[in-house]
């Protein structure tokens, strides 16, 4: 988008907000379906601040006349008691811009306190729009990292994977190593997403040469894991087991990462045939794991499920069914763990004969890696359905 340039947030975003339509528009037809009385005053500050990011520095207090802008602060407050989102923050971020010194922090936190509230109310492509919009009013690389993973989170793919390459770049200007190898490791994540093994093996071994040269330790663990989820991939054991063996030294007793490499290791086992060991692990996970990320559940579930299949143990397969299909019901249909999770239940499925329920959730599968361009999934969904049709 920028030839051969690597733009900072600001550019980006200002960037984003030009073509036929209105910057933060896609946020209108959702907040008016949604019967949100807050819905101009919402759009109006996101244009406002959109424009005041474009502008330059010095150009920024000429922008709009200082009465406009207290009498929509008005209106705001007038509209909604100020001590509830997203009025407060509204409200805080005109009387900054208001101001003859704004402070970029304080719009930008405001803009994030509109997006969690968004995210809270089911309201996508708002929260999205004011965490893109914070992330060019911050102008750093930690602001653009969040944009990314709220992006990704969300089904966005290309969205996030253009703010982490722009987070990557913005670390790297600003010495800020932490974020860089977050980025990083986000950045070997899309790659893995996308089916791109050796491209993610080359991200992940970057961040680990930053990590060591920066001795970020606290990060060393979760490089690891994840160079040991793409040696898996690759199928290249000894990369899998040396990562495996190092992120656990690492990750230690208590590090919040550690039920999720217990996942990883546990599906290593199963793609390696050891069902009843894989089981043995996942069966705790998924009890008393995840209770706070049920995206994460949904996957453990399935995983579950398809250990149970291959160890025969039919009841519990049966269970863990059930309550993938109910969490299943409520989860949004742009999560990235839906797919793979679907194809997990549809291996398990077929392990026991259950060809129907396979051919429904790789139906499902093949759908919903299609809309989130998981490739590696559209591959194995596509190759089984074949098969299962072939015994129908």
Known sequence: MFGHMTPSPRESFAWSTRGPEP?????????????????????????????WVAAEEDARPRLYDTADLESLTFQIVEKQDVSDLPACALVTIIAEISGAKPRDSTIAFACLAVAEWATGQQRVETALSYFALAAGVANDSRHAWTAGAMFRARGHVRDAGTWFRIAHAAATREKDWPTKVRALLSYAGMALHHGRYQDAHRKLLNALRVSRKKHLTEHRGEVHHDLFVVGAAMGNHSIAHANAAAASRHYGRKHPRLSRFAHDLALYWI??????????????????????????????????????????????FDALVVRFNNLRGTAPVEWPQLAPALLHVARGAIHLGELSLAKECLTESLQSATRTEQHDVVSSAETLLRNVGSYA
């Open 23 to 51: 910057a933060g528009s896609s946020m209108l037809s959702e907040l008016v379906a949604a019967g949100e009385p807050m819905v101009y005053h919402l759009w109006q500050v996101f244009r406002i601040v959109a424009f």
């Open 271 to 316: 793609e390696r045939g050891d069902y009843p060991h894989a089981l043995t692990v996942l069966l705790p996970l998924v009890e008393h794991h995840f209770s706070d990320e049920p995206h994460l559940l949904l996957l453990a579930l399935s995983t579950a499920a398809r250990a149970a299949a291959g160890a025969r143990e039919r009841s519990t």
